[in-house]
């Protein structure tokens, strides 16, 4: 294995048209991930996350920068990264009126490998992504889990050097997108460097060793999700009040309007805000408190979410934009 | 090498997929059964007036229906395409080294062994009905529906990438179908229509293709139009494909 990144960008750069005007999708993104990495691309819809993975995946020309996958540049040999990469859409990708297994062989096939190598790496894949049960069925009668299994064995067909996963889970229940990130973690014990393009702040956290938060087209901030978390430069509390249920609510508006409170939810059933430094934060909570005549009966500093990473670089909270489910 | 490896496994492909589901042969054989039964028998009496060759009406009538068939069998694939822009199938092969004719290519291909079965069985049908089959010149006559349905299926699948959408895809569709049918005399001749019709009409591949047929139908090789026909429908034909492949190449989906 090498040291050589296997994605390398240096001011990508890629505008579209629009009724509005111009729209900058990516604007200006220099990136580098290494071999046997989980990277992640954590951002809202219209980030540019997308439209980033296209230009590395030979979808779509870059305007101006560079890019180099797996060694080659993605607009003087297209073809040689196309065959050294894996591409999970959004939208999936197998082909539904074929077999698992079907689809499976013919993109080895596409990809110039011989049917016999075809037919082995198959067999290796419905293994590897516990496809054998319905891998002779037609996948229109897949489930939307079993389905995207069967996406990511067809992206993995060729064995790529670097495996692009977009949005892999969205539309997922939540016991299937276990089953994914199951999955993907242990592509990644064995070895595989995977690309992935999340909104989910929990996916992020999970699969990734790495991310770059990315908004506007812009990367605003990269790192381990731990040290992320680390870089947020306020405090964040969970705490309980006596008389919870009643108090909560009202307390919640409250704190929400306050100036030193910076964010403010519920969590397990706690009360979880964010002040800018605990040490003048906490009185000023206490008088709050006093101010209703309700005392605290917990309190405990927690550890900042990549939520509060992405409140604090974007002034937005990533949450707030895209509900859970 | 590779690039005709290629055609033949996504022909192979899209040709699994219909005999899994052989209803496209009901479906497509029905418009010109109905046309044969419900519409044929009102021509009876037309034998030998002018546009209708002597003997009887099905020899003027079957040729123009051929290309009915060759014409519907490409024009409507763009649903199918768009089914596969939708599951991301497109895309994904696009991130495969094939090249992007192969992806069109295999389609095609698909489509022209469908309509030609679908032509073998109306034909044999139409036999007992009265048509007299000139089999030199229905061979003849094969090739110039392969390029209808090359063009029509080329087209049809290059619209479906560019739009992505039904709602978008069906106005065009219905919008070119009708004009292009009552334009090319398949339904009743040309030389019926006023003056300004038929010069219209001239501006329709399909046109020539009907007009030929008639004359192969009859066992005219040597024959003007059928001259006509091969001389708009090749670099016609040419010409759609290299523009349905550039849209393939340059597809955003």
Known sequence: MSADPVVMTENLKKSFPSRKGVVKAVDGVDLLVMPGEVFGFLGPNGAGKTTTLRMLTTLIPPDSGRAVVAGFDVLAEPDQVRRNIGYVGQNGGSDLPATGRENLLLQGRLYGMTAADSRARADELIELLDLTEFADRVAYTYSGGQRRRLDVAVGLMNRPRVLFLDEPTTGLDPQNRANLWAQINKLQAEGATIFITTHYLDEADVLCDRLAIMDEGKIVDEGTPEALKKEVAYDCITISVERHEENAAALLDLLEHKDFVLEVGVEDGHIRLCVGDLASGLPQLMRVLDGQGVAMETVKVVEATLDDVFLQKTGYSLRDLTPEG | ?253
């Open chain 2, 1 to 253: 090498m590779k690039l005709f490896v290629d055609i033949g496994l996504l022909f192979k492909r899209k040709m699994l997929e219909t005999l899994r589901n052989p209803v496209f042969i009901i479906v497509s054989m029905s418009t010109p059964i109905v046309y044969l039964v419900l519409f044929a028998p009102l021509l009876n009496k037309l034998a030998g007036v002018q546009g209708f060759a002597p003997g009887h009406v099905l020899n003027t009538f079957i040729p123009g229906l051929l290309v009915i068939i060759a014409f519907l069998s490409g024009l409507f694939v763009g649903y199918n395409m768009i089914d596969e822009v939708k599951n991301g199938v497109l895309e994904r092969m696009r991130v495969t080294p094939t090249s992007r004719f192969s992806l069109l290519a295999g389609r095609v291909l698909r489509d022209l062994v469908n309509m030609t079965v679908v032509v073998v069985l109306f034909v044999l049908i139409a036999i007992p009905f009265g048509y007299d089959l000139n089999v030199p010149g229905f061979l003849v006559e094969l090739v110039l529906l392969a390029m209808i349905l090359i063009t029509t299926s080329s087209f049809g699948n290059a619209l479906g990438v560019i739009l992505g959408d039904e709602d978008k895809l069906s106005p065009i569709i219905q919008g070119i179908n009708l004009p292009i049918i009552l334009l090319s005399g398949m339904l009743l001749p040309m030389e019926l229509a006023p003056k300004w019709l038929q010069v219209i009409a001239h501006f329709n591949p399909a046109y020539y293709v009907v007009e030929a047929g008639r004359q192969l139908a009859a066992g005219h090789f040597l024959n003007a139009k059928v001259g006509y026909a091969f001389l708009f429908m090749v670099p016609f034909t040419v010409i759609v494909v290299i523009w349905a492949t550039r849209t393939f190449q340059r597809a955003v989906s």
